[in-house]
């Protein structure tokens, strides 16, 4: 477990590790049970027929099916960018040592942390346009989406960069770098690399977000879905392939996720004995005289 995850969580004991695997197994039980049932009634109503998936062996359904997701991942792909910057923008603010600023970035962290994203897209389809602020279809739905996810950002960042060791900032001043260069050239980098897992599963979080996008009408991976299961008449069909779209892609993203935690895990030594470095001309630049 790194720095990261144990101001997030702590170690589980023997006991608790016990007590995990029995309701991990339980859990496991109870899950094939219920789809044991879910597939058996199926069967009973004609659901799992041939005649019934024959659509789904056609090119244009499945043409359409992923231009609906071609939509949810250029959604997916703006938030996460626009989230990322503003997220870090914040968590810098929250660190700041001035007391508005840190004020001003912790009651927004704290605020749209607590609203529903739900609620966000429903100002922004129904009361911003009134003011005057009416944002393409797109947007509607990318707008809310970033205030929301900003603030779980910014408090990824913010746990990341306080888990590293006081000392690489101490040792970044020690030879001359003010604290903005410290922040840019000594602390962001390396807690990046601690945050690469926490920063792919807040994808996934967010790229499940996307599915509000029926909201908005904005046609993404499920209003997609639901569109094609009024003309089909096949409703658990497609649904059941628009879930196997999003498991595959959530899937992909959380395998990464464990990868990066992985290779964290094996380099992470390495690093902690590692001395802070910094290009030789910038030592060079910035060495007290």
């Known amino acids: 477990m790194n720095k990261t995850q144990q101001i997030l969580f702590d170690e589980p004991g023997p006991r608790a590790q016990r007590r995990i695997r029995i309701a991990t197994v339980l859990g496991a039980v109870l899950l094939a049970g219920a789809l044991a049932a879910a597939v058996y009634q199926f069967a009973s109503h004609g659901e799992l027929a041939a005649a019934r998936w024959e659509p789904f062996t056609t090119w244009p359904i499945w043409r359409y099916l992923l231009n609906g997701l071609w939509a949810t991942l250029r959604a997916a792909a703006a938030t996460a960018v626009l989230s990322a910057v503003l997220g870090l923008l914040l968590a810098l603010g929250r660190l700041s040592t001035h007391r508005p600023l840190r004020w001003l970035a912790g009651a927004y962290v704290e605020v749209f942390r607590t609203v529903p994203t739900l609620l966000l897209i429903y100002v922004t389809l129904f009361a911003l346009p009134q003011y005057g602020l009416n944002f393409p279809l797109f947007w509607k739905l990318v707008v809310p989406l ?144």
């Open 146 to 289: 970033v205030v929301s996810n900003s603030a779980a950002f910014a408090e990824i960042f913010r746990s990341g960069i306080l888990a590293l060791d006081r000392g690489q900032t101490e040792a970044g001043l020690a030879i001359g770098l003010r604290r903005g260069q410290v922040m840019a050239l000594v602390v962001l980098p390396q807690a990046l690399l601690q945050l690469a897992p926490s920063l792919v599963s807040q994808l996934v979080g967010l790229l499940k977000d996307t599915s509000l996008g029926f909201v908005v009408s904005y046609t993404e991976l499920l209003y997609s879905g639901q569109v094609l299961a009024s003309y089909t008449h096949l409703l658990i069909q497609t649904f059941l392939v628009v879930a196997l779209i999003y498991l595959v892609v959530n899937a992909s993203l959380s395998k990464f996720a464990r990868v990066l935690q992985a290779r964290n895990g094996r380099f992470g030594g390495r690093r902690k004995r590692r001395a802070v470095e910094l290009p030789p001309a910038l030592l060079e630049g910035n060495t007290p005289r």
